[in-house]
């Protein structure tokens, strides 16, 4: 369980492919301050993705992705330098201050604009259709595990402003239109849906 509250960001120092008996994917990423107290078996949402500490050693950490994460996400599309996004799990007694994120991702969307103003940047993004349902106006949302309110939904498009702070700690300071962005919806509105 995650917040969307995202720490900081990480580089992605290497990747290895699948072998026989392996996973898909073998990761390092050095999640540098992150890294502190953090044992092999927990939990680390990587843009927005809930991974599993593999290996430790000293600020870099191992993960291992399935297939099922490679086609589902963009950590697939990472490549050695990447910078991702980095939450630790939710402990128990800590404040609540995004909303309720898995790090389960619906999909993968595309980002189409990016309007900088003054005090702000607004994301304009693709939603893939089997979401479409999931993502209301006013709504919270995880773009890359960040938290955040949608603010336009306009057919297939909808948006999100980001603050400036938002934009230094995350790797919003590197996007650009045509970046591939994982989406994870409100786990609220889906078991409201599914009530219907």
């Not at 399935?66 to 939710?90: A, F, H, P, Y």
């Not at 909303?99 to 304009?124: A, Q, R």
């Not at 939904?153 to 400036?164: E, G």
Request: one cysteine or more; a positive charge; proline letters at 2%.
């Amino acid at each position: 369980m995650f917040t969307g509250i995202v720490e900081g960001i990480g580089k992605v120092l290497n990747i290895e492919h699948a072998t026989k008996n392996r996973s898909a994917v073998k990761m390092t990423v050095d999640l540098g301050k992150h890294s502190q107290e953090l044992k092999i078996g927990q939990s680390v949402a990587l843009n927005g993705v809930c991974l599993t500490v593999t290996g430790i050693s000293n600020t870099k950490c191992n993960f291992e992705l399935i297939d099922e994460t490679t086609k589902k996400t963009d950590l697939g599309n990472l490549k050695i330098g990447g910078i991702v996004n980095i939450e630790r799990s939710l402990k128990v007694g800590d404040r609540m201050e995004g909303h309720f994120v898995l790090g389960h991702v619906d999909g993968v969307g595309t980002i189409k604009k990016i309007e900088k103003k003054p005090k702000e940047i607004k994301i304009w993004f693709e939603i893939p259709k089997h979401l479409l349902r999931f993502v209301v106006q006013k709504g919270s949302i995880a773009i890359d595990g960040i938290s955040l309110t949608v603010v336009d939904v306009k057919k297939n498009l909808a948006s999100v402003c980001l603050i400036p702070h938002t934009v230094q700690v995350t790797n919003f300071q590197i996007r650009k239109a045509g970046d591939k962005i994982n989406i994870e919806t409100d786990i609220l509105g889906k078991y409201l849906l599914k009530q219907e």
